[in-house]
């Protein structure tokens, strides 16, 4: 398949794009097997909303990311797996092995019990087994919902409920750096309030001792000597639901974000092969977790469509010690790598001498995903990482967008530190302000909304789609919201400068204050608790709470570690405030609206403007507060 390769032929892409969508994804989409064609390419509405994308076709995602491949890539590798010890051994799985796991892993779902339109739960450690269960829904057109497995036995609950799943496959346990993770165990914990799931499916990873629950349990390595590989894949509709995946807003729990299988396939594979200028025979790294959205894009779907080679990474980036990554590189002739600022910062800030051993001349393209890149961060990635000779791509996206939005092509845009630049073909970004108007020119800034549909955008909230359109589509009408303000500087490029509603980042993780107040809440000691996000040097956001007490605690080391056990237990580790302070109220508007902006500043230390406070029922706690942070 043909991508970009010079600035004006991205202009000129760009416009055609905007000036005829259609014909343009029509185009992209020709490049696929579809088992039929599409009546028509779109359909769309934002009020309801309503987006259809290639109507009327039928395809199988896992044909066009593994049976299209067999002949001409049947012996190259599609998935290198590097283990989180470094001395265990490396395995590569062909396209043509790939094809066959799959159809297997198909054949065990079916064999317990799955169907087409069924959700399935994963809940597994980043082994070849997750990617290739993942694929294994899709094959028989089952909806899979990966969840992170740092999520805890509630988290996971919720979620398995959410979607009423009937089968969860997970792993006995999980390593990750020194720590060995017991998943089947937070299963069974989860499972006891889960009466939807009928199977769960148990990889052998650790051999550490599990509880198997006769009639519900089965070991997937039994079941596979049960099954043959042949399966055909199921043909599916283009707008039917390919999978949810549970992503958090500013209010309420994680909602179930939805994609479709024509739309999401032709938008995963033509965005990593033009930011990445993927070329035949690369090898590609992306070290995010298959638990979030830059896992099923690309380390999954979008490579394996543009068949490449995908590096799988068990491990974290600072096992056995800090130069893991530059380790991994170096091993497999990593060619291009896609990351997270807050490990390029963690790595930085270890020291050099933990680079320095590595050659790292293999690497063309670096990557950086999920939370804006600092320019100090973006300099050492360029400089100790790239040598000065490997363009980054600083690409912004969401878990509701499916695949990268904004971002350079590599070694076509010309570069701006800390700039996710510009919109790909068919993206159509725009800024409006406080009432609504769109921002024209440049030089300006404002909350960033797109204004005409692309083939991989959010369908739907699981279960309710009234809150995909509360959410994204009624705070600018006709218009999605991103809920991300930007820039658009005088050379037209983007920066985005953060969420402008109540999500923070932390390390590239996105939670609502709101989920977190809940778990900090459930502390019996707790009254009421108010959190925000404050700036902080590795995650890029940290967690502050402000929690009201019943009563005083004796000893705040305890009191802390308590907190931190209730939200490990109510959300997962990765959402454990950085600092909990003790207030006796919370700054409220009349009508009891928490005023973050000023517990925003306190927690950056800032207080010598707070701004308007005159609404505020009762301004002396803000004074109290003050002097409790030691900012008095
Ligand atoms: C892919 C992913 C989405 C939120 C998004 C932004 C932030 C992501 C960038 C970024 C600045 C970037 N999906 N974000 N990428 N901010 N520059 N390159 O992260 O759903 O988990 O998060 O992440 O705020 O709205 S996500």
């Known amino acids: 398949m043909k991508k970009i390769n010079s600035i004006e032929q991205y202009q000129s892409q760009y416009e055609k794009s905007v000036e005829n969508p259609e014909s343009f994804w029509a185009e992209k989409a020709e490049n696929f097997n579809w088992i039929k064609k599409w009546d028509k390419v779109l359909e769309w509405e934002f009020n309801t909303p309503k987006i259809e994308w290639f109507i009327g076709g039928q395809l199988n995602i896992t044909e066009n990311c593994l049976d299209r491949h067999l002949e001409s890539r049947g012996n190259q590798t599609a998935i290198l797996w590097e283990p989180n010890d470094p001395t265990e051994q490396a395995i590569e799985i062909t396209y043509n092995e790939l094809h066959n796991r799959v159809c297997s892993f198909a054949n065990v779902l079916k064999r317990n019990g799955a169907k087409k339109g069924d959700r399935i739960c994963l809940y597994m450690p980043m082994t070849p087994e997750l990617a290739i269960a993942t694929l294994a829904c899709a094959r028989i057109g089952a909806i899979h919902s990966v969840v992170f497995a740092g999520f805890s036995a509630r988290s996971l609950e919720d979620r398995i409920k959410d979607a009423t799943c009937n089968i969860i496959v997970t792993a006995d346990g999980g390593y990750r750096g020194a720590k060995t993770i017991e998943l089947k165990t937070i299963v069974d914990k989860a499972l006891e309030t889960c009466p939807s799931i009928k199977k769960s499916i148990v990889l052998k990873r650790t051999g550490g001792e599990v509880n198997m629950k006769t009639g519900r349990d089965v070991w997937l390595h039994e079941e596979l000597n049960q099954v043959d590989n042949i399966c055909p894949a199921e043909k599916m509709n283009s707008e039917d639901e390919l999978f949810v995946l549970y992503t958090s807003g500013s209010t309420g ?165 800390s700039y996710a630049t510009l919109p790909l073909p068919g993206i159509q970004p725009c800024l409006v302000d406080s009432d609504g108007n769109e921002i024209e020119g440049n030089d300006v800034q404002g909350n960033l909304c797109i204004k005409f549909p692309w083939p991989s955008m959010i369908r739907t909230t699981y279960g309710d789609h009234d809150r995909c359109k509360q959410v994204y589509f009624s705070t600018y009408k006709g218009k999605y919201f991103t809920g991300d303000g930007c820039r658009r500087d005088e050379d037209g490029y983007y920066r985005i400068t953060g969420r402008v509603d109540d999500v923070i980042n932390v390390s590239g993780h996105r939670f609502g204050t709101a989920e977190i107040e809940a778990a900090i809440d459930e502390h019996e000691n707790v009254v009421e608790t108010a959190v925000v996000g404050f700036p902080h040097d590795i995650k890029g956001q940290g967690i502050y709470a402000y929690a009201i007490c019943h009563s005083q605690p004796t000893d705040m080391d305890t009191f802390i570690k308590e907190v931190n056990k209730t939200v490990i237990e109510f959300i997962g580790p990765i959402a454990k405030p950085d600092k909990i302070l003790i207030v006796s109220g919370l700054p409220k508007t009349r009508s009891g609206k928490i005023m973050r902006r000023i517990l925003r500043k306190i927690a950056e230390g800032d207080v010598s403007n707070l701004g308007d406070t005159s609404t505020l029922l009762d301004p002396s706690v803000v004074e109290e507060i003050k002097t409790s942070a030691g900012l008095g």
């Not at 032709?266 to 959205?293: K, L």
């Not at 974290?316 to 910062?345: M, Q, S």
């Open 253 to 417: 729990k994680p909602k179930g974000v939805v994609h479709t299988c024509g739309g999401y396939m032709v938008y995963a594979e033509y965005s990593f092969r033009n930011v990445f200028q993927y070329q035949e025979g690369d090898i590609y790294w992306c070290t995010a977790d298959i638990g979030w959205i830059t896992g099923h894009t690309y380390i999954v779907y979008g490579p394996l469509l543009a068949g490449a080679t995908t590096v799988m990474f068990e491990g974290v980036p600072t096992y056995p010690d800090a130069g893991r990554f530059w380790e991994i590189c170096d091993k497999h002739n990593v060619n291009l790598f896609y990351t997270a600022p807050t490990a390029i910062r963690a790595l930085q800030a270890r020291g050099n001498q933990f680079v320095n051993p590595y050659s790292l001349s293999s690497l063309r393209v670096l990557g950086s995903v999920g939370e804006p890149i600092n320019e100090e961060a973006w300099h050492w990635y360029n400089d100790k990482i790239g040598k000065g000779n490997c363009p980054i791509v600083d690409t912004w996206w969401q878990t509701e967008t499916g695949g990268i939005m904004i971002s350079p092509l590599a070694g076509i845009t010309a570069l701006k530190p």
